[in-house]
């Protein structure tokens, strides 16, 4: 129905209006550019501050802080020949809390652009939303890009309906252009977090690829990309020509002193757990939790924080005695039906197994795995030399030759690939959790 429909008698002076409809936004004068990009993604909840995020996972104030410190001299350095940076690392590592705590200190010091966070909800998921965010959340912070944002959107006002390459050009690179050269006095960072949970791979590579296209324009942003080390945004990386304008930064295990920041993470943890008034009649062994716990927790993270994350949480659900929990986690103790500490992680590596984009392989190698060494045999793998043979894998599996590796790339099993022989975990926690798992037949 047309906006104003048999009015009549009546005037209207200045603004911007927009008519809003199935398949198109029309903009008319009367309503701001804020506005019209502000109903365009009321939906989506992907800014760091978002109230659809919240809580939102965040750095433990004592922890990560040489990586955050590497970002934030990285974001504010003038001759930064390294505009992009991708922060990768396996899943439950504390990507998005990095991300998270990146993005509210740059909130602070004025340095930060803009923030999306991907996420598996629907509209969260889907690439169609990023660049509108990002050019709403400018405009916000930036006066001169909110006069061009509105320009962009009374010359083409079907832009926010059009395809990722239009809306990058009309809404990001145009708009940056029609801002003029003196509208920013330092670099800001944009934060892409979960890239990988972007619905389409093709659209996560077509997202990388169009960042590489405006760095030759030489805007004065840092663009900080965030996921897993999928197969197909580690391409995109390369087939780009990026590689000579990247900084790498991986969160894996062996990286930023990750083991004492998790066991600082555990040890405050457990402390407020102890010293919370709800556990004052609480009867606590001491020392709790006993020598040599924390250490042990310690290792089977490998790296999570998730992990870690998971067990305080365990231990510290409401009506349930710490003491009694922590045993569980540790296996000292069985769980009571359909009690099980590791639900989250269950659901995180369910996820991953089944977005992979032949499950049905994913599973059957899975299954034969299981099949050959039991879930026992699982927490064996935890080298290249300690799997089974990926041959007779395949034989078992009824794949072809080479299968495996291909179908496990970037997943949660790796193989060695020196000889590409043996196949192992790469997430030691993933034993624990499928042998506590009701689905663990």
């Known amino acids: 129905m047309p906006m104003f429909a048999n009015a009549n008698q009546f005037s209207i002076h200045g603004g911007i209006y927009s008519n809003i409809g199935r398949d198109q936004i029309n903009?008319?004068?009367?309503?701001?550019?804020?506005?019209?990009?502000?109903?365009?993604?009321?939906?989506?909840?992907?800014?760091?501050?978002?109230?659809?995020?919240?809580?939102?996972?965040?750095?433990?104030?004592?922890?990560?802080?040489?990586?955050?410190?590497?970002?934030?001299?990285?974001?504010?350095?003038?001759?930064?020949?390294?505009?992009?940076?991708?922060?990768?690392?396996?899943?439950?590592?504390?990507?998005?809390?990095?991300?998270?705590?990146?993005?509210?200190?740059?909130?602070?010091?004025?340095?930060?652009?803009?923030?999306?966070?991907?996420?598996?909800?629907?509209?969260?998921?889907?690439?169609?939303?990023?660049?509108?965010?990002?050019?709403?959340?400018?405009?916000?912070?930036?006066?001169?890009?909110?006069?061009?944002?509105?320009?962009?959107?009374?010359?083409?006002?079907?832009?926010?309906?059009?395809?990722?390459?239009?809306?990058?050009?009309?809404?990001?690179?145009?708009?940056?252009?029609?801002?003029?050269?003196?509208?920013?006095?330092?670099?800001?960072?944009?934060?892409?977090?979960?890239?990988?949970?972007?619905?389409?791979?093709?659209?996560?590579?077509?997202?990388?690829?169009?960042?590489?296209?405006?760095?030759?324009?030489?805007?004065?942003?840092?663009?900080?990309?965030?996921?897993?080390?999928?197969?197909?945004?580690?391409?995109?990386?390369?087939?780009?020509?990026?590689?000579?304008?990247?900084?790498?930064?991986?969160?894996?295990?062996?990286?930023?002193?990750?083991?004492?920041?998790?066991?600082?993470?555990?040890?405050?943890?457990?402390?407020?757990?102890?010293?919370?008034?709800?556990?004052?009649?609480?009867?606590?062994?001491?020392?709790w939790p006993a020598h040599g716990v924390i250490e042990d927790l310690v290792e089977k993270a490998c790296g999570q924080f998730l992990y870690a994350k998971t067990v305080l949480e365990f231990v510290n659900e409401d009506h349930a005695h710490p003491v009694e929990q922590l045993s569980i986690v540790l296996g000292l103790k069985a769980p009571f039906q359909g009690h099980f500490p590791f639900k989250q992680l269950d659901l995180l590596y369910d996820r991953i197994l089944l977005s992979h984009t032949d499950r049905n392989k994913v599973i059957t190698i899975l299954g034969t795995l299981i099949r050959l060494s039991g879930l026992s045999g699982l927490r064996r793998w935890n080298n290249h030399r300690s799997g089974p043979c990926i041959a007779v894998i395949e034989t078992l599996s009824g794949l072809q030759t080479g299968e495996v590796s291909l179908v496990l790339r970037g997943n949660i099993f790796a193989t060695n690939h020196e000889q590409v022989t043996f196949i192992f975990t790469t997430r030691p926690s993933l034993p624990d959790s499928v042998s506590a798992s009701p689905l663990s037949s």
């Open 27 to 287: 903009v008319h004068e009367g309503r701001s550019a804020l506005e019209v990009l502000s109903e365009h993604i009321k939906d989506v909840g992907a800014a760091h501050d978002s109230a659809l995020r919240y809580p939102p996972p965040r750095c433990h104030p004592e922890t990560r802080k040489e990586v955050q410190t590497t970002i934030l001299k990285w974001i504010q350095s003038r001759a930064n020949k390294l505009p992009v940076c991708w922060i990768y690392g396996p899943a439950g590592v504390g990507k998005s809390a990095v991300a998270q705590t990146i993005a509210e200190l740059t909130a602070t010091n004025d340095l930060l652009g803009a923030s999306f966070f991907f996420s598996r909800h629907q509209a969260g998921s889907c690439a169609e939303y990023l660049f509108p965010s990002i050019a709403y959340q400018l405009a916000v912070r930036i006066q001169k890009f909110n006069d061009a944002i509105t320009h962009t959107l009374r010359e083409n006002p079907g832009v926010l309906r059009s395809s990722l390459d239009i809306q990058f050009r009309q809404l990001f690179r145009n708009t940056c252009r029609l801002a003029g050269e003196d509208w920013m006095q330092h670099p800001r960072v944009i934060i892409i977090d979960g890239l990988d949970e972007c619905k389409e791979s093709i659209l996560q590579q077509r997202i990388i690829s169009l960042i590489a296209s405006v760095l030759k324009d030489h805007l004065p942003f840092r663009f900080l990309i965030v996921s897993r080390p999928e197969p197909q945004i580690h391409e995109a990386f390369q087939t780009n020509d990026m590689e000579s304008r990247l900084k790498l930064l991986s969160l894996d295990k062996g990286s930023w002193n990750t083991r004492r920041d998790i066991k600082t993470f555990l040890e405050t943890g457990f402390d407020r757990i102890l010293t919370h008034p709800r556990m004052a009649h609480v009867y606590f062994p001491h020392p």
